[in-house]
């Protein structure tokens, strides 16, 4: 590369980089706690209230709201979304075309995809992932789950490595859970499916009709026990 070629673009990268912390200097003037101005990059239009954190290695797209009290944590991502006050994204967590609400916390690394609404005190763990769901206040959904295509009301609990299984190989089916209904861990549910208020679900079932309100649901094979089990043997 010629000298004149990297001047032009050195000078290029130099005012964009000049712009990137003219707003990064913008919002510590209005009390926004920026750990590093240096290390934000805001590719849209950001808006943040009162006593806002941001961490380092965060990137904003699109139009983005931060209400009061939001911390949003190392190398987080997020695109279009308002992120209600008092509500706390951990590191690596992506929110993409989706509203939050508030005293949330979502991550770490975990993901909100577009169309996704959570309600208020709504908890999702890390590796998480939310799709097109509309999630009711007070809901807990604990690690490495998939929620897709889903309606939940408030005070759900979904267990860790629950899947709802929103795809039949031709359309997308919804899920509907209803208020104070307990799904646990290793779960799969079969779209369209529905579980009804203050249902249960043991973990590790297969759900694919519609569990009844205050009950326990169980899907799954029954335990067995082989005597005397000499185990594989290996090839000579």
């Known amino acids: 590369m010629n000298n004149n070629l990297f001047d032009m673009y050195k ?23 920026v750990v590093d101005p240096k290390r934000l990059d805001i590719r849209g239009n950001l808006t943040c209230g009162s006593n806002v954190k941001i961490d380092i290695n965060v990137i904003f797209e699109g139009n983005v709201i931060l209400e009061n009290s939001v911390i949003v944590g190392a190398n987080c991502i997020l695109k279009n979304c308002k992120i209600g006050k008092n509500t706390i994204l951990h590191p690596y967590s992506l929110v993409d075309d989706a509203v939050i609400g508030e005293s949330c916390f979502i991550g770490p690394y975990g993901r909100i995809r577009p169309g996704s609404c959570l309600g208020d005190s709504v908890q999702i763990g890390n590796f998480v992932e939310i799709k097109n769901a509309q999630i009711g206040s007070k809901c807990r959904i604990n690690h490495h789950a998939f929620v897709g295509d889903a309606d939940l009301a408030e005070q759900v ?39 009804n208020t203050n249902a249960t679900i043991a973990s590790g079932s297969t759900i694919t009709e519609e569990a009844a309100a ?19 043997k290996l090839r000579k």
């Open 11 to 33: 000078k290029k990268y130099e005012e964009k980089r000049d712009a990137l912390d003219l707003k990064a200097y913008q919002l510590i003037e209005i009390d926004v706690e």
């Open 157 to 195: 609990t979904i267990g860790a490595g629950v899947i709802t299984c929103n795809h039949d190989g031709v359309g997308i089916n919804r899920t509907i859970i209803e208020q104070g209904a307990y799904v646990g861990s290793g779960c799969n549910l079969v779209a369209p499916v529905k579980i």
């Open 214 to 232: 205050n009950t326990l649901t169980i899907a799954r094979s029954r335990q067995v026990k082989i005597e005397n089990w000499k185990g594989p």
